[in-house]
């Protein structure tokens, strides 16, 4: 062969190659690492950058907590989808605003006094307080041991009996079930549970499908927890192992009890579990309340019923007890680290209520009183107007916006409050728990980084605190919005990328 012809497919073997580099091989940092601002700049500047994302809108900010310099900006003040880091925004005002020592009191109250024999001789009315802590999915238990607290409770009031019904009143939270600007398809499955001032189990029940015993025959569904009253429709088969097996799951349809189980499951693989939100979760709550006390040895002789906004309140003034929540810090810790939209919004809208006064319009609703707590605590800190406009808590709203720039703003003053080690306890810790348990792995920013992730399917968001090599604190806020990620590669991935430029940091001015 020809010395120019040995030339030309060298050549061509090296294009090959090069076009076949993941892009994280080509912004990876030297392994000596970036030895100045002005490098690590430029490092976070080529990445953004990239033709890539050309299509995508990047918000990104960049803070030393140590100087209050900022080290890096992209259009940080461009208004951006958050994603779950709205969350961000709900636990800082939560603890500033509360506490974190707060407890949300739930009243047990009943209509008529209990008698000296034991017997409560009305009804007895959990008068619900959005307390999201009865069976947190983050703390798994066993499904009666969540109303070991009630039945404790109504035995230290000395009752044996109730003459009349159990009613789960959820009408002191005024909230819609649902969060407002979510979309139908939210609703059907387990992120998307209703919003309730009584709820249960974060609202969605547990579905265990096992196939069947050879090819053809449908899947056993069935709920692992009791009184969910759902209806199963079962589109499931189980197929031979040799075909190309879908994993089981569900969807519930949207405003009805129906849940559709669909997939193929090999014959021989091991159940799988799923999950449906529940419908009018306080109904749910107040039958599993019965049998429970029943169980329990208390008699209870009237119905299971409830109630929620806007029907009316149940009428009960008898106090007999009272059930306390963990301390905020830990609700917020509990909703902050699995990213959990439910127990986000209860403890959103149950700040809000406790804003209403006799001045406040009857049909102003708890998250319409919660978004001005918000909006007066992000003028307090120094945000510009305009760059926050939520519709609710969680992040789940498409219609939610905020900008890099007031996300950093927000990070660095919780670095400051009296409230910073509960609020960074909260985070998730990358490589370690939360939803960061699995990023990060061997790599600088395991243990390192602090952050709040998000992601909707056109937005990806990372939010919160890392470490450079030189021992400097960061606040930082990645935006990524409309990126449309190659097939293998997800749109986290590239906020990981960009994160692991910060801990490879290890100049310090």
């Not at 069947?212 to 449908?218: C, I, M, S, T």
């Not at 792995?441 to 390192?448: D, L, V």
């Not at 590669?489 to 906020?495: Q, T």
Request: charged fraction near 20%; hydrophobic fraction near 45%.
């Amino acid at each position: 062969m020809k010395p120019l012809s040995l030339f030309r497919c060298a050549a061509a073997a090296l294009l090959v190659l090069a076009l076949h580099l993941p892009a994280r091989a080509i912004d990876a940092p030297p392994p000596a690492g970036i030895a100045t601002a002005a490098e690590l700049r430029a490092a976070l500047e080529n990445f953004v950058g990239d033709p890539r994302f050309s299509p995508a809108l990047w918000g990104v900010k960049v803070v030393s907590l140590d100087t209050g310099r900022v080290l890096f900006e992209h259009h940080a003040d461009r208004l951006l989808s958050p994603a779950s880091n709205s969350k961000l925004y709900t636990g800082a005002l939560a603890l500033v605003r509360l506490g974190g020592d707060y407890r949300i009191r739930t009243p047990l109250l009943a209509t008529a006094a209990v008698q000296p024999d034991g017997v409560l001789p009305g009804d007895l009315v959990v008068a619900g307080r959005g307390d999201p802590s009865w069976g947190a999915r983050e703390k798994p238990q066993d499904f009666w041991s969540v109303f070991a607290p009630f039945i404790d409770a109504l035995r230290h009031a000395g009752v044996k009996r109730i003459r009349g019904d159990i009613v789960a009143d959820g009408t002191w939270l005024r909230c819609a079930p649902y969060g407002e600007s979510w979309t139908i398809d939210d609703t059907s499955y387990d992120y998307g549970a209703e919003i309730s001032g009584v709820s249960f189990l974060d609202n969605f029940v547990t579905i265990r499908v096992t196939p069947g015993a050879k090819p053809f025959d449908a899947p056993r569904v069935e709920a692992v927890e009791p009184f969910a009253d759902l209806v199963f429709v079962n589109h499931a088969e189980t197929v031979p192992e040799t075909t190309v097996g879908l994993v089981a799951s569900a969807r519930r349809i949207p405003e009805t009890r129906t849940v559709e189980i669909n997939g193929r499951m090999w014959v021989g693989a091991k159940p799988k579990l799923t999950e449906s939100p529940v419908p009018r979760p306080a109904q749910w709550f107040a039958v599993s309340l019965k049998a429970a006390l029943e169980r329990a040895g208390i008699v209870v002789d009237g119905q299971a019923r409830s109630a929620i906004w806007p029907e009316p309140a149940a009428t009960a003034t008898v106090r007999v007890g009272e059930i306390g929540s963990p301390a905020l810090r830990e609700l917020v810790t509990g909703f902050m680290k699995p990213s959990q939209n439910l127990e986000t919004d209860l403890v959103f809208a149950h700040l809000g209520e406790l804003r209403r006064n006799d001045q406040t319009p009857p049909l102003t609703r708890s998250d319409e009183l919660a978004l001005d707590a918000l909006n007066e605590f992000i003028r307090e800190i120094g945000v510009p107007p305009g760059q926050v406009t939520f519709d609710e808590g969680s992040g789940l709203s498409r219609n939610n916006l905020t900008t890099a720039g007031a996300t950093v703003e927000l990070l660095a003053f919780m670095a400051r409050h009296r409230e910073s080690a509960a609020f960074l306890a909260s985070l998730p810790i990358a490589g370690v728990d939360g939803s960061l348990d699995k990023r990060f792995k061997g790599t600088p920013a395991e243990g390192n980084i602090r952050a709040k992730t998000g992601g909707l399917r056109w937005a990806a968001s990372l939010s919160g605190y890392a470490t450079t090599a030189a021992g400097e604190r960061l606040a930082f806020s990645f935006m990524l919005n409309r990126h449309r990620p190659p097939s293998g590669r997800k749109a986290s991935a590239e906020l990981d990328d960009l994160a692991l430029l910060l801990t490879r940091y290890r100049g310090r001015e």
